[in-house]
């Protein structure tokens, strides 16, 4: 059974940091590509950042140059750090495992919430 467990969220001010850790089970981890992914309410799921088994990564134009994806195999997990937070980043954050057709299993998610 695939699990994906989200750590890291929180309130923070904006300017400010967080770090999220997505921890995976039931999956051959470090073959797999992955990803964070946000919403909110009424919105649809937006990709954030994405890693692939060699370490590839991309980023959504808004969060370049201030989020950075990075994922220990050793670990089974994959990270996302977060810095100079803007109150647009509040949002449920996600992380997800592709598979062949799109991404495949989910997180249950983790509340980032930024004050300005």
């Known amino acids: 059974q695939v699990q994906l467990v989200e750590s890291g969220g929180g309130l923070v001010q904006a300017g400010g940091s967080l770090r999220l850790s997505c921890a995976a089970s039931?999956?051959?981890?470090?073959?797999?590509?992955m990803g964070w992914f946000r919403q909110s309410p009424g919105n649809q799921r937006e990709l954030v950042a994405a890693?692939?088994?060699?370490?590839?990564?991309n980023y959504a134009d808004s969060v370049k140059g201030r989020f950075t994806v990075s994922r220990d195999n050793a670990k089974n997990t994959v990270y996302l750090e977060m810095n100079s937070l803007k109150a647009e980043d509040t949002d449920v954050y996600y992380c997800?495992?592709?598979?062949?057709?799109?991404?495949?299993?989910w997180g249950q998610g983790t509340q980032v919430t930024v004050s300005s």
């Open positions: 997800a495992v592709a598979g062949r057709a799109g991404w495949r299993y």
């Open positions: 039931g999956i051959l981890f470090r073959i797999n590509d």
């Open positions: 890693i692939t088994s060699g370490g590839s990564t």
